[in-house]
């Protein structure tokens, strides 16, 4: 199961590279750092978080892994947010003219 974590971890980073590149290129240089660094510091969070969860359930620590489940779990979402927030996936609406006058 650890090996198939660390595929998958690696898996998940090269995509959230992909993913994020022609987005990040089109503002400025300072937001692209910006984006650049949010989502490596929300990375490795999150695989911290998920060792972290792992490693205390295979040795039966029910309080560490429900703690660790909680903290990383909400700093992982908050950072998601402010970095799709950032890139444009959420917030900023497109207005269409579907009114019909009459």
């Known amino acids: 199961m650890g090996t198939f974590l660390v595929?998958?971890?690696?898996?998940?980073?090269?995509?959230?590279?992909i993913f994020i590149k022609p987005?990040?290129?089109?503002?400025?240089?300072?937001?692209t750092v910006l984006n650049w660094s949010l989502y490596v510091i929300w990375y490795l969070i999150?695989?911290?978080g998920i060792s972290f969860v792992y490693i205390n359930s295979i040795v039966?620590?029910?309080?560490?892994?429900?703690?660790?489940?909680?903290?990383f779990l909400g700093l992982s979402v908050v950072l998601a947010v402010v970095l799709a927030r950032l890139l444009g996936f959420?917030?900023?609406?497109?207005?269409?003219?579907?009114?019909?006058?009459?």
């Open 60 to 71: 039966g620590h029910v309080k560490a892994t429900s703690t660790a489940i909680f903290l």
């Open 46 to 48: 999150t695989v911290t």
């Open 23 to 31: 987005r990040a290129k089109k503002d400025q240089k300072w937001k």
């Open 7 to 17: 595929f998958l971890g690696g898996i998940l980073f090269l995509a959230g590279i």
């Open 90 to 102: 959420l917030g900023k609406q497109k207005r269409t003219n579907s009114s019909v006058e009459v």
